[in-house]
């Protein structure tokens, strides 16, 4: 992700003699779900599975990997995993996809599951196919 912040603030600085740009200041800003100390991940977890106890351990993680503090956004209310929705396989449950689709331009499968969470490793041709069929509604 860094490499794309100085990729666009490098474009950004070829523009400049045409277009009326400011300085660099992407740098010392967190993503979205950023904003807190690396160090504070386990802390985030615990959080996470103290508010959501039917997540196992390593959906929290992936979640807080994923999403920082985000995570907890896209959980918002849910007290159980049927309120998650429809599972796709690898922890990818149909919240999650909501959540893309509205906050990370996420469209279609490959979105998701390759640029998003990188878990095209992890389903199987069936279960990527259930994901395009809900996400053509």
Known sequence: IT???????????????????????????????????????PTLVADLRARHPFLSLAQAWRLVRGYGTEAATILAGATSA??????????????????????????????ILWRRTRLGLHLTPEQAAALAAYLQG
Not at 89 to 109: C, K, M
């Open 82 to 111: 049927a309120d998650l929705g429809q599972a796709f396989g690898a922890g990818l449950f149909a919240r999650e996809v909501d959540w893309l689709t509205a906050h990370e331009f996420a469209v279609t499968a490959e979105d």
């Open 3 to 41: 490499t794309y912040r100085r990729l666009a603030e490098s474009a950004l600085a070829r523009l400049g003699a045409h277009l009326p740009v400011g300085q660099d200041w992407t740098a010392g800003v967190p993503l979205p779900g950023g904003d807190f100390p690396v160090d504070q991940v």
